[in-house]
T-cell receptor, first 115, second 113 residues
Framework: AQSVTQLGSHVSVSEGALVLLRCNYS??????LFWYVQYPNQGLQLLLK??????LVKGINGFEAEFKKSETSFHLTKPSAHMSDAAEYFC?????????????FGPGTRLSVLP | DAGVTQSPTHLIKTRGQQVTLRCSPK?????VSWYQQALGQGPQFIFQ???????QRGNFPDRFSGHQFPNYSSELNVNALLLGDSALYLC????????????FGPGTRLTVT
């Protein structure tokens, strides 16, 4: 069975500081990994995805994530936080791209950006 | 190019009633998945439809049912509503032959009183 843990339900950073949101997964097969962002009262927007190509994945809005198989991690980073980055971030895992393979989401991390 | 749309935006129902939520997938997508997101939690998978059939189901009771139409749009039906069914219901669409990511709609906020 697949599962996702996100360490830290709430992370606060100062504007301009490094953003690090942690994600660890459990999967019996090589996983496909995703990060989504959710702004208040909105649906989820895809930030980036790992599909077994390059281990360092670049996404939108300056975010990137690195897949580390030995640590079963897929942490999300951004070198310099912006006020507009304040939102809820979800890590998700999927075992394959075959239909019927659903996403398993983590509980989410709320990012606050302080001026 | 229209993204995933859902209706209604908000809904208030009473315990025991029935509700139908609607979703239109992103243009060109053929697969629709439904998720329940309780307040402060991550989305939980309800079920997925492809070719008008339910392909996989999460850990939700039979009170939750769905349908996919020939134009790929989908409905989620919930019978005998409970207070615990109050949540944001998200629809996501994807392409079965695509690269795997799902595109989400804005959701329907259901409140059961």
């Amino acid at each position: 069975a697949q599962s996702v843990t996100q360490l830290g339900s709430h992370v606060s950073v100062s504007e301009g500081a490094l953003v690090l949101l942690r994600c660890n997964y459990s999967s019996s097969v090589p996983p496909y990994l995703f990060w989504y962002v959710q702004y208040p009262n909105q649906g989820l927007q895809l930030l980036l995805k790992y599909t077994s190509a390059a281990t360092l994945v670049k996404g939108i809005n300056g975010f990137e994530a690195e897949f580390k198989k030995s640590e079963t991690s897929f942490h999300l980073t951004k070198p310099s936080a912006h006020m507009s980055d304040a939102a809820e971030y979800f890590c998700a895992v999927r075992s394959s791209f075959n239909y019927g393979q659903n996403f398993v989401f983590g509980p989410g991390t709320r990012l606050s950006v302080l001026p | 190019d229209a993204g995933v749309t859902q209706s209604p935006t908000h809904l208030i129902k009473t315990r025991g009633q029935q509700v139908t939520l609607r979703c239109s997938p992103k243009s060109g997508h053929d697969t629709v998945s439904w998720y329940q997101q309780a307040l402060g939690q991550g989305p939980q998978f309800i079920f997925q439809y492809y070719e008008e059939e339910e392909r996989q189901r999460g850990n939700f009771p039979d009170r939750f049912s769905g349908h996919q139409f020939p134009n790929y749009s989908s409905e989620l039906n919930v019978n005998a509503l409970l207070l615990g069914d109050s949540a944001l219901y998200l629809c996501a669409s994807s392409l079965v032959a695509g690269s795997g990511e799902q595109y989400f709609g804005p959701g329907t906020r259901l409140t059961v009183t």
